[in-house]
T-cell receptor, first 110, second 114 residues
Framework: RKEVEQDPGPFNVPEGATVAFNCTYS??????FFWYRQDCRKEPKLLMS???SGNEDGRFTAQLNRASQYISLLIRDSKLSDSATYLC???????????FGGGTRLMVKP | SQTIHQWPATLVQPVGSPLSLECTVE??????LYWYRQAAGRGLQLLFY??????ISSEVPQNLSASRPQDRQFILSSKKLLLSDSGFYLC?????????????FGPGTRLTVT
C-alpha cells in the first residue's frame, strides 16, 4: 500500500463547478498535512496546510479526518486557472520529510 | 523573504557523462534542504536531504550523490549518468525546527539523458 494515495483523475469539470479530492494516508502517526498545486512542467507550490479543525482559504476548503486517515480538498466556483495537478502531502512525526501523493489532475473547461 | 535558486533550468547530457546541479537558498539560515526527482508523469521521489553542512542522508541508493559545502548550498552530482536519470530535479528547503515542515521548491532542472 502506498503511503499517500490519490485518485490520479483527470477530473474534468465546467467553470463554476464544485470539485472535491480525497487522499488517504497509511501512517497513523502522521502529524502535518498539506495540499500543493503543481502546474505543468513547474515546481509544486504550497496551496494550504491542513489543520485538524479544517480550514478555508477563499474558494478552497481542506478537511482532515484522522480516524479514517484521509484528507480532502474542496474547490468551489472552479476557475480555468485552477487547472493543475493537486498533490496531497503528509509529514510523518519521525522526521523532516514529506511524503507526496501521486497527484490528482484537474481540468476546468469553459 | 526567502528565495531558492536552481540552475541550470534545462540540461541535455549523454549517457556516461557527469552531472552537477546546484541549489542555493537566500533569506534563511540553517535550512533543511532536499533533492527530489520527478519522472515524467510520476510523483516526487525524495533523493537526499540535509539538516546541516556536511550532513547528507540518502533515501534511494543510486548513482547520484549530494553535498552541502555551505549552509545554503546543496549540490547534486553524478559521475556517470544513466538513461534512467532523466527527469525533473527539484530542490526544496524547509525551516529547521518544529513540526509542520512546509517545504518550498525551487524552479527545478529538467534533465534529459540521451
Amino acid at each position: 500500500r502506498k503511503e499517500v494515495e490519490q485518485d490520479p483523475g483527470p477530473f474534468n469539470v465546467p467553470e463554476g463547478a464544485t470539485v472535491a479530492f480525497n487522499c488517504t494516508y497509511s501512517n497513523s502517526a502522521s502529524q502535518s498535512f498539506f495540499w500543493y498545486r503543481q502546474d505543468c512542467r513547474k515546481e509544486p507550490k504550497l496551496l494550504m496546510s491542513v489543520y485538524s479543525s479544517g480550514n478555508e482559504d477563499g474558494r478552497f476548503t481542506a478537511q482532515l479526518n484522522r480516524a479514517s486517515q484521509y484528507i480532502s480538498l474542496l474547490i468551489r466556483d472552479s476557475k480555468l486557472s485552477d487547472s493543475a495537478t493537486y498533490l496531497c502531502v503528509v509529514n510523518s512525526y519521525a522526521g523532516n520529510m514529506l511524503t507526496f501523493g501521486g497527484g490528482t489532475r484537474l481540468m476546468v473547461k469553459p | 523573504s526567502q528565495t531558492i535558486h536552481q540552475w541550470p533550468a534545462t540540461l541535455v547530457q549523454p549517457v556516461g557523462s557527469p552531472l552537477s546541479l546546484e541549489c542555493t537558498v537566500e533569506g534563511t539560515s540553517n535550512p533543511n534542504l532536499y533533492w527530489y526527482r520527478q519522472a515524467a508523469g510520476r510523483g516526487l521521489q525524495l533523493l537526499f536531504y540535509s539538516v546541516g553542512i556536511g550532513q547528507i542522508s540518502s533515501e534511494v541508493p543510486q548513482n547520484l550523490s549530494a553535498s552541502r559545502p555551505q549552509d545554503r548550498q546543496f549540490i547534486l552530482s553524478s559521475k556517470k549518468l544513466l538513461l534512467s536519470d532523466s527527469g525533473f530535479y527539484l530542490c526544496a528547503w524547509s525551516v529547521s525546527a518544529g513540526l509542520g515542515y512546509e517545504q518550498y521548491f525551487g524552479p527545478g532542472t529538467r534533465l534529459t539523458v540521451t
